[in-house]
């Protein structure tokens, strides 16, 4: 009895001991979709296995407006937030005030994730996030509706989709008002930056700004694209589309309302969810192409890091390692068709059966086109601000294409000023 008695007293005094040394850590995680419930399974498997809390915070939908928080709250050297999700673009930004990470992650895990973003990640030699999920735009398609008006494939081509698109949407409107043929993200932010930046690309006209830095954006090709998307505006897609981010296009399609979609890999998981009216109707496919052309996709992704100024260092890099590691990039790939940065994983069996266009459309995540994020540095936010701005004047037939990108190039020019 004594020993059983001695025995239990050390287990409490241990269980004390583990208590007072647990930490609460807060976490800015995501609030896109059904981001936040998959941050919140997942800190809470870290928190149950370490005996530690995770507190998350909800943040801005659209990535601008997190971008502005974020750097308000790191320039003030604030410990508020231990861990942030950040875009595969911040880097550059914010990289300054964010924790090398080689030193708490074995570096056989990272090895395990694409070398590409790895590198995007790496600041001055540091190690300054980890990949969690990469992503890239895809074509949606409604597979019902397509057999019902007599296509056997999605769309090649930016004519081939127009032209779907209007029939089916002059056919469903007949029992459906609400039916349009295409939606997208259009609303001026960095959302239209990445399918503006598709458009332009598919179509042969580059990257805005070139790996030596010249500026690109003001030439034939890049004019002929956005004069073809101006003309789906009203056509095909609805005047509307000018309003929509990630989610108002999501909510559009998962009503039953759209034919085809453009939008990242986390749309998929949603749209076939029980209860869904378009579960077991959705395809997806690489993103059509323009004249001469070929499909193109902005490479997307978020990473997650430790702030600098956090007060729990350790236990907030040991968070970030249990969420970046295969085991819970598997869960979230499976459970919510996030796309795993480890490449092993698109190999995986569970990973395909659930979500099969990771294996079709490998080519396309692992050769999606970057944001000229790298070579314009810490100028790279006014380059997109300027960009989508642009763009979006040409959506709303504000300005023809020819002009805008004209006025584009001034711009980026005073921006870059005597270099990025």
């Known amino acids: 009895m004594k020993k059983f008695a001695a025995v239990l007293g050390l287990t409490v005094a241990f269980a004390a001991a583990s208590q007072a040394h647990a930490v609460t850590l807060t976490f800015a995680c995501d609030s896109v979709g059904q981001g936040f419930d998959e941050c919140k399974k997942g800190a809470d498997a870290w928190a149950k296995k370490t005996g530690n809390t995770v507190k998350l915070v909800q943040v801005p939908k659209e990535s601008d407006a997190r971008l502005a928080l974020y750097q308000q709250q790191l320039g003030a050297k604030a410990s508020d937030v231990d861990v942030y999700m950040i875009d595969v673009v911040w880097p550059g930004l914010i990289g300054q005030h964010l924790m090398d990470l080689s030193k708490s992650i074995p570096a056989a895990e990272v090895k395990a994730h694409f070398p590409a973003i790895v590198q995007n990640n790496t600041v001055g030699g540091k190690l300054i996030a980890m990949p969690w999920f990469t992503d890239a735009g895809v074509l949606y398609y409604r597979t019902d509706l397509l057999k019902k008006y007599g296509y056997n494939a999605p769309p090649k081509t930016w004519n081939e989709l127009a032209t779907m698109a209007q029939k089916i949407q002059a056919g469903e409107r007949k029992s459906n008002p609400k039916f349009v043929g295409y939606v997208f993200q259009g609303k001026n932010y960095e959302g239209l930056t990445c399918d503006a930046l598709e458009w332009i690309s598919s179509f042969g006209g580059g990257s805005i700004v070139d790996p030596s830095g010249k500026i690109t954006v003001n030439n034939p090709k890049a004019v002929q694209a956005l004069q073809a998307i101006q003309g789906l505006i009203g056509t095909a897609a609805p005047a509307a589309v000018t309003t929509y981010g990630e989610e108002e296009?999501?909510?559009?399609?998962?009503?039953?309302?759209?034919?085809?979609?453009?939008?990242?890999?986390?749309?998929?998981?949603?749209?076939?969810?029980?209860?869904?009216?378009?579960?077991?109707?959705?395809?997806?496919?690489?993103?059509?192409?323009?004249?001469?052309?070929?499909?193109?996709?902005?490479?997307?992704?978020?990473?997650?890091?430790?702030?600098?100024?956090?007060?729990?260092?350790?236990?907030?890099?040991?968070?970030?390692?249990?969420?970046?590691?295969?085991?819970?990039?598997?869960?979230?790939?499976?459970?919510?068709?996030?796309?795993?940065?480890?490449?092993?994983?698109?190999?995986?069996?569970?990973?395909?059966?659930?979500?099969?266009?990771?294996?079709?459309?490998?080519?396309?995540?692992?050769?999606?086109?970057?944001?000229?994020?790298?070579?314009?540095?810490?100028?790279?936010?006014?380059?997109?601000?300027?960009?989508?701005?642009?763009?979006?004047?040409?959506?709303?037939?504000?300005?023809?294409?020819?002009?805008?990108?004209k006025t584009l190039e001034g711009q980026l020019a005073r921006i870059k000023g005597r270099g990025w």
Do not use: C, H
């Not at 998929?268 to 052309?293: C, D, M, N, R, T």
């Not at 990473?303 to 869960?331: C, F, I, W």
């Not at 396309?364 to 810490?378: E, H, K, L, Q, Y």
């Open 249 to 405: 296009a999501r909510n559009v399609w998962q009503a039953g309302n759209s034919a085809f979609m453009r939008n990242w890999p986390y749309a998929y998981a949603a749209g076939q969810k029980e209860g869904s009216p378009i579960a077991g109707k959705i395809g997806v496919a690489a993103l059509p192409a323009g004249p001469g052309g070929k499909p193109a996709a902005t490479l997307g992704g978020w990473q997650l890091a430790v702030n600098a100024y956090s007060k729990n260092p350790k236990e907030a890099a040991d968070l970030v390692r249990y969420l970046t590691g295969a085991q819970e990039q598997k869960r979230r790939a499976v459970q919510a068709s996030y796309n795993p940065t480890i490449a092993t994983l698109y190999k995986d069996k569970d990973v395909l059966k659930a979500v099969p266009f990771f294996g079709s459309l490998y080519d396309v995540f692992t050769n999606a086109v970057a944001r000229p994020a790298t070579v314009t540095g810490s100028k790279y936010n006014q380059v997109s601000d300027a960009f989508s701005s642009a763009v979006y004047s040409v959506l709303t037939k504000k300005s023809a294409p020819g002009p805008a990108l």
